[in-house]
């Protein structure tokens, strides 16, 4: 899949691999080069390869700062495969011309059907009972063994209500819950139109069985669960996080933990990310940490990649990004 260099087709370089179908439709109109390793390509790689590119296509993994925009004179377009773009500095793009375009919409019930399911699995603690099976440790049936919570009727608290929030809502209402938001702003439409009900950010930590993290990782958000708030919540609450890694404090997280200042934790993203091995919070039994695949169904991560492409192409032919995150 290196692609045939033309000097008729605008140059792209693409960061890690994809799907068929998109990678068809990206070859048919560009020149394409791209890292075939699992790992994400090195800084400085990305800094050669984009030298004389158009357009390039990159993870969330992928630094792109302005020093590597400087490298590529030419680039026009800087297309994410992803929602989030925190890994890109938008504003140095923007002053240098040059167009960003992410993925949204698409992951969008794929990412909320496992946050519900990372909520069902710390709360019926699913990952405990597997790792007491595998231990040989299942000998009988007992009545108190292993007891989790009560998801029927409990209370969700959700913090950021965009599209993946809202689609949160809608499964939980499948369960009865009784759903609690906090976002930037309050949003009247969606507390008629999903019965929920707004609450400021210490009422809702305080009030809530569930924890449900779907903001953006901004300068605000970062870190925006820290002891504190921690220290808010129930000593039976489970938090669930499929935002950003960094919008958790790991250390005051793993004190919660370990204390029983709550009764649980699910992560699909970490900090660092990924955990290494030997990470103590990889430690805790009441805590679930998966590899950031909240998005990871085949339909999702094709049509991202699409979308993706989509941008790129439109990007390097000078044309209005069908995704764009920022003006030029």
């Keep these: 899949m290196d692609g045939i260099r033309t000097n008729m087709k605008p140059r792209v370089?693409?960061?890690?691999?994809?799907?068929?179908?998109?990678?068809?439709?990206?070859?048919?109109?560009?020149?394409?080069?791209?890292?075939?390793?699992e790992f994400p390509p090195p800084y400085d790689v990305i800094a050669q390869q984009i030298k004389d590119k158009e357009g390039l296509i990159c993870l969330l993994t992928d630094q792109i700062d302005a020093n590597l925009m400087d490298y590529a004179p030419n680039l026009k377009?800087?297309?994410?495969?992803?929602?989030?773009?925190?890994?890109?500095?938008?504003?140095?793009?923007?002053?240098?011309?040059?167009?960003?375009?992410?993925?949204?919409?698409?992951?969008?019930?794929?990412?909320?059907?496992?946050?519900?399911?990372?909520?069902?699995a710390a709360a019926r603690r699913i990952g405990e009972a597997i790792d007491y099976v595998r231990a040989g440790k299942w000998q009988t049936w007992g009545l108190t063994l292993l007891l989790g919570q009560e998801i029927q009727g409990a209370i969700l608290g959700i913090i950021g209500m965009?599209?993946?929030?809202?689609?949160?809502?809608?499964?939980?209402?499948?369960?009865?819950?009784?759903?609690?938001?906090?976002?930037?702003?309050?949003?009247?439409?969606l507390e008629e139109a999903l019965g929920v009900e707004y609450r400021k950010f210490d009422e809702l930590l305080q009030e809530a069985d569930f924890v449900s993290l779907h903001v953006n990782l901004t300068a605000e958000t970062r870190g925006l669960i820290d002891a504190h708030a921690l220290e808010l919540m129930k000593p039976t609450a489970v938090l669930i996080n499929t935002a950003r890694g960094p919008v958790v404090d790991p250390d005051a997280l793993y004190w919660a933990l370990q204390n029983g200042q709550i009764a649980a934790a699910a992560l699909d993203v970490t900090d660092p990310e990924p955990l290494p091995p030997d990470h103590k919070l990889l430690n805790l039994r009441n805590l679930i940490v998966v590899p950031h695949i909240a998005s990871a169904t085949t339909t999702s991560r094709t049509l991202m990649a699409q979308m993706a492409v989509r941008n790129c192409v439109a990007g390097v032919q000078g044309k209005p990004l069908p995704f764009p995150v920022n003006s030029v």
């Excluded at 993925?103 to 909320?112: M, N």
């Excluded at 599209?163 to 009247?188: C, E, W």
């Design 13 to 37: 370089y693409v960061t890690r691999h994809l799907p068929e179908a998109a990678w068809s439709e990206l070859t048919e109109v560009c020149d394409v080069q791209i890292w075939n390793e």
């Design 162 to 189: 965009g599209r993946i929030g809202q689609a949160v809502a809608k499964r939980a209402r499948g369960f009865d819950m009784q759903i609690l938001y906090h976002n930037a702003s309050r949003r009247p439409d």
């Design 77 to 120: 377009v800087i297309s994410q495969v992803a929602v989030g773009y925190d890994n890109i500095d938008v504003a140095a793009a923007t002053e240098r011309g040059i167009a960003i375009g992410n993925t949204p919409g698409v992951l969008t019930d794929a990412t909320a059907d496992f946050a519900f399911a990372l909520l069902m």
